[in-house]
């Protein structure tokens, strides 16, 4: 079975940077997106950053101007470069991805805590 695994997470203070990195298991050709999901709790898991195949990126407003989601889909790799992170921004961290056939893999997720 294929897993999406994640790295990168840790507790820093509010203003410092963390950078997240996902790679699959094993290749999935026909990728087309991958992305990034956060849940803090008591919250419903909501949508950070995705990219998708063709190189467009998306960003939930919190985190426009400070997060950067770069990464090779074909290659099933994706980051989550993190900068002046808030206490807000606690939660873990889930990478995703969703290939041609609307199929979707997900990450076990990994916490990140931002301390004030």
């Known amino acids: 079975q294929v897993q999406l695994v994640e790295s990168g997470g840790g507790l820093v203070q509010a203003g410092g940077s963390l950078r997240l990195s996902c790679a699959a298991s094993r290749n999935i050709f026909s990728m087309n997106v991958m992305g990034w999901y956060r849940q803090a709790p008591g919250s419903q898991r909501e949508l950070v950053a995705h990219?998708?195949?063709?190189?467009?990126?998306n960003y939930a407003e919190p985190v426009k101007g400070r997060f950067t989601i770069s990464g090779d889909i074909a290659k099933n790799m994706v980051y989550l470069q993190m900068n002046s992170l808030k206490p807000e921004d606690t939660a873990v961290y889930y990478c995703y991805g969703r290939n041609d056939y609307s199929y979707e893999y997900w990450g076990q997720g990994t916490q990140v805590t931002v301390s004030s």
């Open positions: 990219i998708t195949r063709g190189g467009t990126t």
